[in-house]
């Protein structure tokens, strides 16, 4: 009785915010049990109207909704989207103020606000743990919840502190409140690993949707030349309808691409987008291809999540993705208008080497484990040392001392794995900025009896800075010297919560009082330490050795699943191939 009465609800507050008569198909089956109480895992397909499931939810059930996003640009759209429709929602982000986050932060605890988007990283701040207890939640919500499983296509070790979040938020009886989890591509393996990483309640309501749409059609080139394949499916594009993505591997090939559509099609009808611009010049092409005149855009997987253009006619696949699930995920930006649209992969036998490469670097072979952890050792020599490099130098310095040949992306895996196990830190410094601190009168600033006058607001965040980036300075302080650090702004503002935009501020006001003797030119790479309690442990004691195997077979299985999916020559067996990968055997 109580259900069908919220169900009236939401029937209510979908046709007055969303204008919709009807809720889509699966969009009830995740509603009606959400306020209920139940958690509930929702694997559909993109276009199926994810958002509306546990926004709906959220304007009925007393209080707010907390929704995990893994990127700001992300979070902006769905907030966007939320006030277009009188839907009351902010986020919180790295970009904004300290007023700006605190004005935020308030409105969700008074609540004025009934949806706050976060980082996973956010979670991680105790000012902000501190003041969420404080308000009514709702729902606990991980969008891509998929980042949230190592078995994942897009595992983010950040996705694991949602689980605090479920913490804090239970109540002494075992009361909290209810956890959504919602992605477009997510296997059985995969769903499993979700509940219990989130700590979903076993009779969490499972829904699937057939992750096959009607309005797709999958199309593979048999394998051969590539080059020609392309300029044939690029002379056939009707660029004055719709737009077209065409998703690479490099993005030396992406960039390669973009200008062989433009000299079929006309100059500016394609940008390459990678992860080797500038968040600037992303954005800016975004922008380009989804307002502006280019009506082709080509890209590394780096494009792609939170992008909501409907009327995209084309996806292209230049060489094959790492998983299913990738593809699919990408397969997925096609058509959400509802009208016909092609999906094409093309592929050859080197684009197949090519990623069988990477997902064996991703994942190396166990014995790089203890190559690696001996090397840091001999290197570092203390557990209060760090080193300063980038992954190439350490792969290289490795290889040299082993007489092995080491992979800078085997590296990066590795220290990588340590990272999210607590064995190691790696901080990633690019962009960052080293400075020179008089460690002393910096001492003397945060402890308040330095005598220059700075602001309540500079002194915090000269703390953060102190904490976070300048550590090593303390032990430098008792000496009187003068020392050089890194500050990783990023890593700073995620750990403390203050913007970037205000760290900056405060070195330059820290500058002029002395504390901060030089700022030099950003260092480019990581600062890798290990950890003090780890520093006498074995490393296959201190890792899950089994675990760390399990994935390295499941990568190459998913990849190898892929591989066979481009031998299927007609579209029925690539749909059921598709259905037989996502849905239970009773499901299809």
């Given at each position: ?61 007393p209080?707010?909704?907390i ?71 709702s ?45 477009a ?32 059609q ?52 394609a ?77 050859d ?106 602001t ?11 904490k976070?980036?300048l ?36 070195i ?53 699943a ?27």
């Amino acid at each position: 009785m109580m259900t069908s009465k919220l169900m009236r609800k939401a029937a209510i507050a979908l046709k007055e915010h969303w204008g919709h008569e009807d809720f889509y198909k699966y969009q009830q089956a995740v509603v009606e049990p959400a306020l209920e109480g139940n958690d509930v895992i929702a694997v559909l397909p993109t276009g199926a109207g994810k958002s509306v499931c546990f926004q709906v939810p959220a304007l009925i059930v007393p209080g707010g909704a907390i929704v995990v996003s893994p990127l700001i640009a992300l979070m902006k759209d769905q907030v966007d989207g939320c006030k277009r429709r009188g839907v009351p929602a902010g986020c919180l982000h790295s970009n904004m103020d300290d007023a700006e986050r605190e004005e935020t932060l308030s409105e969700f605890v008074s609540g004025s606000l009934r949806l706050l988007y976060i980082a996973p990283e956010r979670i991680g701040n105790r000012a902000f743990m501190e003041r969420i207890t404080q308000a009514t939640v709702s729902f606990i919500v991980a969008d891509e919840a998929h980042c949230v499983s190592s078995w994942g296509h897009e595992f983010r070790p950040d996705y694991m502190r949602i689980s605090r979040l479920v913490q804090a938020l239970t109540n002494r009886d075992g009361t909290r409140p209810p956890i959504l989890a919602l992605t477009a591509t997510a296997t059985t393996l995969v769903m499993a690993d979700i509940r219990q990483s989130l700590g979903m309640r076993d009779d969490a309501v499972t829904v699937t949707g057939d992750p096959v749409r009607p309005n797709l059609q999958y199309i593979t080139d048999p394998p051969g030349s590539m080059d020609r394949q392309f300029g044939q499916w690029v002379d056939a594009l009707d660029v004055s309808v719709g737009h077209h993505i065409i998703y690479a591997n490099t993005r030396r090939k992406v960039e390669q691409l973009a200008e062989k559509v433009n000299e079929y099609k006309g100059p500016g009808v394609a940008v390459a987008y990678h992860a080797g611009m500038t968040p600037d010049q992303r954005t800016q092409t975004q922008d380009e291809f989804g307002e502006g005149g280019a009506r082709v855009i080509c890209a590394t997987t780096a494009f792609g999540m939170g992008v909501d253009i409907p009327d995209i006619r084309t996806v292209i696949n230049y060489g094959i993705p790492s998983s299913i699930e990738a593809f699919v995920q990408q397969s997925g930006r096609a058509g959400r208008d509802g009208q016909m649209s092609k999906v094409v992969l093309l592929n050859d036998e080197w684009n197949t080497s090519f990623q069988i490469t990477q997902v064996e670097n991703n994942n190396p072979p166990l014995a790089l484990y203890e190559v690696v952890w001996e090397w840091l050792h001999d290197e570092l020599g203390s557990p209060t040392k760090k080193l300063q490099m980038s992954m190439a130098e350490i792969a290289t310095r490795i290889t040299a001392r082993r007489r092995m040949s080491v992979q800078e992306e085997q590296v990066r895996s590795v220290l990588g794995v340590m990272h999210s196990n607590g064995v190691a830190e790696r901080r990633g410094v690019e962009g960052g900025i080293p400075v020179v601190i008089d460690a002393v009168g910096f001492d003397a600033l945060v402890r308040g009896k330095h005598g220059a006058t700075v602001t309540p607001t500079v002194r915090e965040v000269a703390r953060a800075l102190w904490k976070y980036s300048l550590a090593d300075a303390a032990l430098a302080a008792q000496a009187g010297e003068t020392v050089e650090a890194i500050v990783n702004k990023e890593g700073v503002a995620r750990a403390s919560g203050h913007s970037t935009y205000m760290i900056n501020k405060v070195i330059e006001r820290l500058r002029a009082v002395g504390v901060v003797k030089a700022v030099k030119p950003p260092f480019r790479g990581s600062v890798v330490r290990i950890l003090p309690d780890a520093w006498r442990g074995s490393i296959s004691e201190l890792l899950p050795m089994a675990k760390i195997e399990e994935k390295r077979r499941s990568d190459l299985a998913r990849l190898h699943a892929m591989i066979r999916y481009t031998y299927l020559r007609s579209e029925p067996e690539r749909k059921a191939a598709i259905r037989a990968y996502f849905l239970p055997p009773d499901s299809k």
